[in-house]
């Protein structure tokens, strides 16, 4: 045992420090505990092991796998004809059975459903809500406040501004091209972050 003030090496029977006169029984106490819950943690990891087959967690004396059904101890042989199956196949070659379970896809709905939510209300001007169900709150706040300047500029009121004034309408034809060309980068934009926020998981 140390002692917590000075660093000293210690007899673990005593009580306070010989060279700093710290009080040493909670340190003690302390280093009783995690010396205790480490060794907890150690019986846990080692009562368990990992199915070869599907890779689930079973205990440490089961025979055979309680998620996909496959030999424990066996899982380079098939359960069915007992052929030698090489590492990295999933089914034996010798009779058919699949002898290890297929990895599952790693597939999310997350980009297209921002992509989508960025899409439909951004016909309205309304833009961020596809960042926002990605999880992106600064840049969804961003792009809503662009939609809201934005919103002078939209489809439907330059329609209505192009035929009251004619004169115009070369400048309501450029604002309308680029409010098209901002509702398709936030829409785009929110897919990315989806996808790159579906990555880092």
């Given amino acids: 045992m140390k002692c917590p003030q000075c660093g000293e090496s210690l007899a673990d029977d005593l009580g ?3 060279y700093c006169g710290q009080s040493v029984t909670g340190a003690r106490k302390k280093e009783e505990a995690g010396a ?3 060794g907890a943690i150690k019986r846990e990891t ?3 092991r990992d199915c070869p087959s599907c890779w689930k967690s079973n205990p440490q004396g089961a025979v055979f796998c309680g998620y996909c059904g496959l030999p424990m101890d066996a899982a380079n042989q098939c359960p069915g004809c007992r052929s030698t199956i090489n590492p990295g196949e999933m089914f034996c070659t010798h009779c058919g059975r699949m002898v290890r379970a ?3 896809p790693k597939f999310s709905n997350l980009p297209t459903g921002a992509m989508l939510l960025a899409l439909i209300p951004g016909l309205f001007s309304i833009w961020g809500i596809g960042h926002f169900f990605a999880g992106s709150l600064t840049r969804g706040f961003g792009f809503f406040l662009l939609g809201l300047i934005t919103i002078i500029v939209s489809p439907f009121i330059l329609l209505q501004f192009a035929q009251s004034v004619g004169d115009l309408l070369f400048w309501a034809v450029v604002g309308f ?3 098209i060309a901002l509702w398709i980068w936030q829409s785009a934009d929110a897919y990315w972050e989806a996808e790159n926020k ?3 998981r």
């Fill in 198 to 200: 579906m990555r880092s």
């Fill in 36 to 38: 205790e819950l480490n």
């Fill in 16 to 18: 306070f420090c010989p």
């Fill in 177 to 179: 091209i680029v409010w």
């Fill in 46 to 48: 080692e009562s368990k």
């Fill in 102 to 104: 297929p990895l599952p």
